[in-house]
């Protein structure tokens, strides 16, 4: 047998040999269980009810008047207000889930602008409190990660 055709034979009796090692199943064979890796003991519990943190949030936008642009704000919805009479507040009961009190919930308020004393249009100021206390406060924006 000439050197080339031996040696052909060879690679392809390699990779005959290599691609069933790719694991080609019989189909007649049982198929061995592949044990699972995560079990009900090392699965993250779910939030349940006596995870959650509630919070008192309270979104103000302080001045006199009337704002002249709307009040925009994320608290436990998403709102717009026009045209609102200053001082402006709105209060809500935040419940925190556990991955929450973690990682954080952003609540923002943009309290517009109103008129100063020359007619001027300024930022109005804000204030974010929470559960009564003071935790942000500004002209035009306030922000706060609520954990």
């Known amino acids: 047998m000439p050197e080339s055709r031996k040696m052909t034979i060879a690679a392809l009796a390699m990779i005959m040999a290599l691609a069933g090692c790719g694991g080609a199943t019989d189909a007649s064979a049982p198929s061995e269980a592949v044990p699972s890796t ?11 009810a006596s995870a959650l943190a509630v919070r008192q949030v309270k979104l103000e936008v302080l001045g006199k008047g009337t704002s002249a642009q709307p009040i925009v704000y994320h608290l ?7 045209d609102a ?15 929450e009190q973690k990682a954080g919930r ?7 602008s109103v008129r100063d004393a020359n007619g ?13 206390e003071k935790v942000a406060s500004g002209k035009g924006t306030c922000e706060h990660l609520l954990k």
Do not use: K, M, Y
Request: aromatic content about 4%.
């Open 38 to 48: 995560a079990s009900a003991d090392t699965l993250p519990a779910t939030d349940d």
């Open 76 to 82: 436990d919805t998403n709102g717009t207000e026009n």
């Open 85 to 99: 009479d200053l001082p402006w507040s709105r209060t809500a009961e935040i419940e925190l889930t556990a991955a």
């Open 106 to 112: 952003l609540i923002t308020l943009v309290s517009g």
């Open 120 to 132: 001027q249009f300024q930022p109005a100021a804000c204030r974010i409190t929470v559960d009564g």
